[in-house]
């Protein structure tokens, strides 16, 4: 059973197509552009929310590992990816479409970031959960309400 890492996997690639239609429409079309990325953030911010809130406590209930290990680190990496998007949403708002240095911020943590969730995290938490388990948890997960994370660009 691979619910969990099947799951966040797809919004990682569904994520990272959207940052990459932003990027290819930056220079072409501002407003799709905008558009593009003000789906990204929110999105991202909804997946680190579903991490933060849900994933990441049921790891550190079931390890006792909590304030130290991979969650600790995960959580610091979010800290820096959440500064990224401010920088990229800041410049946007003031109508700068040269965000390139912060996106190149954001790749470097994000896909090493991806990376270990991919293949050590959410792996671990599918091998941990029952079915029954792992479809509460998405359920939980897809309960999240909007306003969690739904907050961007105006």
Partial sequence: MK????FMGQDHDRLDGLFREFQ???????GKAKH????????LQRHIVWEEEILFPL???????EDRGPTAVMRMEHRQIKG??????????KG????DEFERGLLDVLVAHNRKEETILYPWIDQSLSAQEAEETLAKMREVPEERYHHCCG
Avoid: C, P, W, Y
Wanted: proline letters at 0%; a negative charge; aromatic letters at 12%.
């Fill in 3 to 6: 619910a969990i890492t099947d």
């Fill in 24 to 30: 290819a429409m930056k220079g072409s079309d501002v």
């Fill in 36 to 43: 593009f990325f003000s789906e990204f953030k929110q999105g």
């Fill in 59 to 65: 790891f550190e209930h079931r390890t006792g590992i």
């Fill in 84 to 93: 990224f998007l401010e920088q990229i949403h800041d410049r946007i708002a």
């Fill in 96 to 99: 700068e479409m040269n965000t």
